[in-house]
Nanobody, 121 residues
Framework: QVQLVESGGGLVQAGGSLRLSCTAS????????MGWHAQAPGKQRELVAA???????NYADSVKGRFTISRDNAKNTVYLQMTSLKPEDTAIYYC???????????????WGQGTQVTVSS
């Protein structure tokens, strides 16, 4: 029933940009907060950015000023615009359909398969 598909990853040089997309197939996607998480090899999955159903956003300190999360409810899609990329941004990026029980973003049980972002130095 619930399906999340990420796209837009790739290989870029430091300082470059990418735009990730996550399209959700679920009932009333607009009711869900959504988030992007990154998982580097051998490391834990960490929150990068989140957006509530009302459009409020928050970011990890490491990406503030460089990444922008947005959503298009008509398309059931959340985006992550990534600029000024750094090698440490290299990771698999996953989107998540957050829990509706909270006003702020809290990860839910539904993850996409991820899209690889590799930033070379």
């Amino acid at each position: 029933q619930v399906q999340l598909v990420e796209s837009g990853g790739g290989l870029v040089q430091a300082g470059g940009s990418l735009r990730l997309s996550c399209t959700a197939s679920a009932n009333r996607v607009s009711f869900y907060p959504m988030g992007w998480h990154a998982q580097a090899p051998g490391k834990q999955r960490e929150l990068v950015a989140a957006i509530t159903r009302d459009g409020s956003t928050n970011y990890a300190d490491s990406v503030k000023g460089r990444f922008t999360i947005s959503r298009d409810n008509a398309k059931n899609t959340v985006y992550l615009q990534m600029t000024s990329l750094k090698p440490e941004d290299t990771a698999i990026y996953y989107c998540n359909l957050g829990r509706t029980s909270y006003t702020r973003y809290v990860p839910g049980d539904h993850w996409g398969q991820g899209t690889q972002v590799t930033v070379s130095s």
